[in-house]
């Protein structure tokens, strides 16, 4: 038995499983691995399909290009997933790959997609969590701000208020001292 001693650098050249579906009819599996390439310094996820029970595993995306998102449709016939920007298809062989977007920036926060019943409109769904949570803080802020000068403005108010209100009582005042002197 040789000992070799397990390092970082190996530890980040293992694969691990990151992702998976069944196909519709749960005979077949499609899922990711991740790994990390040291030299080129870069993460990617590959593409493996196998039966239900583990046999017949293929590769069935390129070697180290990334790929994201799945998914199984037309029964199970087709796969269609994310790579460099772009929605693809292919057969669940990993034949006749087909791009089918015309965004070259459709990865750009995307969450998912889906199609319609004739696979000729792709809806996308993208990630819009960050930019809610940004207007929302921008808000409170602007908010906060208003609250403040309202704040300011009232107390300034209130303070003119009581001058005035000191005014009329020294007016008052002296009205009453002058009608004494009748």
């Known amino acids: 038995m040789s000992s070799k001693i397990l390092t970082n650098e ?8 990151s992702y998976y579906r069944y196909s519709p ?23 493996y399909i196998m039966n239900i029970d583990g046999t017949e595993l293929k590769l069935i995306s390129e070697p ?4 994201e998102e799945p998914q199984f449709i037309l029964q199970g ?12 298809i292919m057969n669940i062989d990993g ?4 791009k089918i977007s015309e965004n070259n920036k459709i990865n750009n926060d995307i969450e998912g997609f889906l199609f319609d019943e004739n ?8 990630l819009i969590k960050l930019i809610i949570i940004t207007i929302i ?17 009232i107390i300034i108010i209130i ?3 009581i001058i005035i209100i000191k005014m009329i009582i020294i007016i008052i005042q002296n009205i009453q001292f002058h009608q004494k002197d009748y």
Do not use: A, C, H, P
């Open 119 to 126: 696979l000729t409109k792709i809806i996308i769904i993208k």
């Open 77 to 88: 016939k087709k796969i269609v997933y994310i790579q460099n920007n772009g929605i693809y």
């Open 159 to 161: 303070k003119i208020i």
């Open 64 to 67: 180290k290009i990334n790929i």
């Open 25 to 47: 009819e749960s005979q077949k599996i499609l899922y990711l691995t991740s790994q990390r390439d040291l030299k080129e310094n870069k993460s990617f996820n590959e593409l």
């Open 10 to 17: 190996i530890l980040l050249t293992l694969k691990s499983f």
């Open 137 to 153: 803080i921008i808000i409170k802020m602007i908010i906060k701000i208003i609250i403040i000068k309202l704040i300011k403005i």
């Open 95 to 98: 034949t006749s790959k087909k």
